[in-house]
C-alpha cells in the first residue's frame, strides 16, 4: 500500500530551536510538494520539487525556512529558528502525473507547535 | 492575493439531500481543477477533478461543474451521506508551472 509518509507527527518545540520535518514520497513519484494547514490560510504552499530540483519556494519565509531533497527517497522541511506563528499542521505530498492532472497524493502531516 | 477562493467556510445539510460547494478562481490560465477531501488527523485525498476544456465531470455520487465564463466551479454530492462530513477543498492546477494551488476549503455537515 504506497503512502506519503511524514515524520515527526507531532512536535512540540521552544521558539528558537530548530525544527526538521521528514517526508518520504511514494517511490516513483517526481514531483513532491511542501503545504502549510493553518486556520486563517488554508493549505498554503511552501516548496515543491521536480526530479530533486527546487522549482518554487516562493511561499517559503526565507530567513527561516529551507526546504530540500538530499535524494529520491527524503524530502526535509527546517525551521531555524522556529517561531510561535510557525504552529501549524505541515503537509508533504507526491505525484507522478502533477502536470497533466494535478492528483497529488498527501501524507497525515506533522502538527507542530512552537512555544 | 488569493486565486483560488472558497467563501463557504462551512455547510449543513440533511442526509439524502444535494450538497453543493462552490469555488471561485481569478486566473483564466488554469489548466486543471479538482477537489479534495481532508477527514481530521488525516491528510487531503483526491476526490475529483475536471479539465478546463470541459463543463462536468460526475463520478458516483460526485459531480463538479465549471463555467469558465463566470470563473467558478462547483462540487455536488447527491444523495449526502454522514460519511461525506469532512473538510472539502478546491485546488487549481497551471500545468506549465505545476503548481497546484489550494482555497480555504468548507467544512460540509451531513446530518442524519
Known amino acids: 500500500d504506497a503512502r506519503v509518509t511524514q515524520t515527526p507527527r507531532h512536535k512540540v518545540t521552544e521558539m528558537g530551536q530548530e525544527v526538521t520535518m521528514r517526508c518520504q514520497p511514494i517511490?516513483?513519484?517526481?514531483?513532491v510538494f511542501w503545504y502549510r494547514q493553518t486556520m486563517m490560510q488554508g493549505l498554503e504552499l511552501l516548496a515543491y520539487?521536480?526530479?530533486?530540483?527546487?522549482?518554487?519556494d516562493s511561499g517559503m519565509p526565507k530567513d527561516r525556512f529551507s526546504a530540500e531533497m538530499p535524494d529520491a527517497t527524503l524530502a526535509t522541511l527546517k525551521i531555524q529558528p522556529s517561531e510561535p506563528r510557525d504552529s501549524a499542521v505541515y503537509f508533504c505530498?507526491?505525484?507522478?502525473?502533477?502536470?497533466?492532472?494535478?492528483?497529488?497524493?498527501f501524507g497525515e502531516g506533522s502538527r507542530l507547535t512552537v512555544l | 492575493d488569493q486565486q483560488v477562493k472558497q467563501n463557504s467556510p462551512s455547510l449543513s445539510v440533511q442526509e439524502g439531500r444535494i450538497s453543493i460547494l462552490n469555488c471561485d478562481y481569478t486566473?483564466?490560465?488554469?489548466?486543471?481543477f479538482l477537489w479534495y477531501k481532508k477527514y481530521p488527523a488525516e491528510g487531503p485525498t483526491f476526490l475529483i477533478s475536471?479539465?478546463?476544456?470541459?463543463d462536468k465531470n460526475e463520478d458516483g455520487r460526485f459531480t463538479v461543474f465549471l463555467n469558465k465564463s463566470a470563473k467558478h466551479l462547483s462540487l455536488h454530492i447527491v444523495p449526502s451521506q454522514p460519511g461525506d462530513s469532512a473538510v472539502y477543498f478546491c485546488?487549481?492546477?497551471?500545468?506549465?508551472?505545476?503548481?497546484?494551488?489550494f482555497g480555504k476549503g468548507t467544512k460540509l455537515s451531513v446530518k442524519p
Open positions: 486566473n483564466s490560465m488554469f489548466d486543471y
Open positions: 475536471i479539465s478546463s476544456i470541459k
Open positions: 485546488a487549481a492546477l497551471r500545468g506549465s508551472q505545476g503548481n497546484l494551488i
Open positions: 517511490l516513483g513519484h517526481n514531483t
Open positions: 520539487f521536480r526530479n530533486r530540483a527546487p522549482l518554487d
Open positions: 505530498a507526491s505525484g507522478s502525473r502533477v502536470l497533466n492532472t494535478g492528483e497529488l497524493f
